[in-house]
């Protein structure tokens, strides 16, 4: 077995400086967590989780290096979140229940993290605790004061964290947008403020660096769904992702101006709305709503579908009408599908094949390329990003969130507004920071963890170069059974089962069982089995790469018999 990399923890930070450590959202969309850290105190900003991609079969989520935290499990004092999405949140239960330091988050995002915990009986083992606009929180050496930003969900915050150096923003994920139906407003003054107090580095959402002008107001797509709803006739399907709470109250509101009832589908629609109920400014008033089994009940021009999966996922609500398996939903021709989302960079593929398949229902469907006005993003274009960058004037800047592009093209914008020093760094690269600038100064193995089920583990634990194996190549499942024949050799039977291979209607496994016995029969009983087991995976192999050019994984077993009963059962 391959050695497993070493995992060293950094060395505690020189005095009068601090250190970074992005463990994940450096470099890739999703998975964000960043560790902040002075001499021997850490603090984890937001624990996100990615969603898996092909190269990853069978797993459910991917989340940061659990063995690199573990090295902070005497060092890393609290977790402190920017808001509730996902990519900033989902991994949190998985981290805290290895190591239980406190959580502080916003009241929608605590009602939240309360669900998630409570999923793996962690509530009464963690501390969650509730932060809000300014407020003020001490962590070691470290003083956090909470700026209200407005995003796509509610109650988000950028952190102000005050060091002994100097004072460091990290934005989290935000655009610059007023009027939405909690009150939110982005609180410019107090970046403002901020700013003419002094920032000695700034960390800042990437996601739009490369869009030109200004974000779309959730105001102007609530118009757009608005007069979209009223003009369509029949049943009307919204995907969108299930956490953008104001779009949701969107498609409410355009559904009752239209007459219509709203059905939600998807487990993560009905809790996002649950917590919005408990937690919010922006309850949902429920007479708008119906079961989803009874939209039998109601004409369809009385009916507005809400449904998750907007990405195509292949479990989600959305996918499984496309394949006409949803057990409450078949679509039928005169319906309207509207995904009123972007689509998240290396989904295209999926998505515009979930659409082929809507369509070909008879399903119009209506989507945001087409149709800009029926979403909004909820990250900050390049005007916007341009101006916080004008009123905090940090001296030095590190793009976060985003791909590698994004971070360059942020940190361009950064030095195009006068800052001092930039520099673009990507998960596992450590970056240390004083009064005379930020530069790297190390680097850790940063292996991402993952989610099976009810299994986590690293790529190691759950084989998952041999997934990858079995996906590209099929497997080969060899049983045979050997007993001593004539003159000294083996006599033997065996049973070839294949999954993934091309086997011509099963003829190509017909002739390697003919040849298996042939070779088994060739071997003299002194040969051991487990060296049969290896020469026999190596035939097999040498069959389907002259007969397919495949190379599959082979599974070979060889049992031992009598010439008497076990060679009859063989």
Not at 189 to 217: I, Q, Y
Request: glycine share 10%; hydrophobic share 40%; with cysteine.
């Amino acid at each position: 077995m391959a050695k497993r990399p070493s995992v060293r923890p950094p060395a505690p930070t020189r005095p009068e400086t601090l250190r970074l450590l992005p463990v994940g959202g450096l470099g890739s969309i999703g998975m964000n967590a960043m560790l902040i850290g002075y001499g021997d105190d850490w603090v984890l900003l937001d624990c996100g989780v990615m969603f898996p991609d092909a190269g990853e079969p069978g797993m459910e989520l991917v989340l940061p290096s659990i063995d690199l935290l573990e090295g902070f499990r005497d060092r890393l004092r609290a977790i402190v979140i920017t808001h509730g999405h996902e990519d900033h949140i989902g991994a949190v239960p998985y981290v805290v229940e290895r190591f239980p330091v406190p959580i502080h988050a916003t009241r929608f995002t605590c009602g939240l993290l309360r669900h998630k915990l409570a999923e793996r009986g962690l509530t009464d083992k963690v501390e969650l605790s509730t932060v809000a606009p300014g407020d003020q929180l001490k962590i070691g050496p470290f003083e956090f004061n909470f700026l209200r930003v407005t995003h796509s969900i509610p109650d988000c915050v950028s952190l102000v964290i005050r060091t002994p150096i100097g004072n460091v923003l990290f934005t989290g994920d935000f655009k610059i947008e007023a009027g939405l139906r909690d009150g939110a407003v982005f609180d410019e003054a107090g970046f403002r403020a901020l700013g003419k107090e002094g920032v000695l580095l700034m960390m800042s959402d990437s996601t739009n660096a490369e869009v030109p002008g200004w974000s779309r107001a959730e105001s102007v797509v609530q118009i757009a769904l608005k007069e979209r709803v009223a003009e369509c006739k029949g049943r009307i399907i919204v995907g969108l992702f299930s956490s953008n709470l104001y779009r949701v109250h969107s498609v409410v509101e355009a559904a009752r101006a239209a007459g219509r009832y709203v059905a939600m589908l998807g487990l993560s629609m009905h809790r996002y709305t649950r917590v919005a109920d408990e937690c919010t400014d922006m309850p949902f008033d429920r007479n708008d709503f119906i079961d989803i089994e009874d939209i039998d009940l109601y004409d369809d021009d009385e009916i507005v579908i809400i449904a998750t999966g907007s990405q195509g996922e292949s479990r989600a609500a959305l996918s499984r009408m496309a394949r006409g398996i949803h057990p409450h939903v078949t679509v039928r021709e005169g319906d309207t599908l509207i995904l009123s989302s972007r689509m998240i960079p290396g989904n295209e593929r999926v998505i515009h094949r979930m659409m082929g398949a809507f369509s070909r229902s008879g399903v119009d469907v209506i989507h945001q390329a087409a149709h800009r006005e029926i979403h909004g993003s909820g990250h900050a274009y390049q005007e916007e990003l341009e101006a916080l960058l004008s009123w905090v004037q940090p001296r030095f800047f590190v793009p976060v969130h985003g791909e590698p592009s994004f971070l360059r093209r942020h940190a361009s914008l950064a030095r195009k507004h006068g800052v001092e020093q930039t520099l673009v760094i990507e998960n596992g690269q450590i970056a240390e920071v004083d009064v005379n600038g930020v530069r790297v100064v190390d680097e850790v193995d940063c292996t991402p963890w993952y989610v099976d089920g009810t299994l986590v583990g690293d790529a190691r634990r759950f084989d998952l170069k041999g997934r990858v194996e079995m996906a590209w190549n099929g497997t080969i499942g060899v049983s045979a059974l050997v007993w001593p024949g004539t003159k000294g050799r083996f006599d033997g039977s065996c049973q070839v089962r294949a999954r993934g291979l091309f086997t011509d209607d099963g003829a190509s496994v017909t002739e390697l069982e003919k040849l298996a016995v042939e070779r088994l029969r060739s071997f003299a009983t002194t040969v051991p089995l487990d060296e049969i087991e290896r020469q026999l995976a190596a035939e097999c192999r040498r069959f389907f790469r002259r007969s397919t050019g495949h190379r599959p994984i082979v599974l070979a077993m060889v049992h031992a018999g009598s010439a008497g009963g076990d060679q009859k059962r063989g």
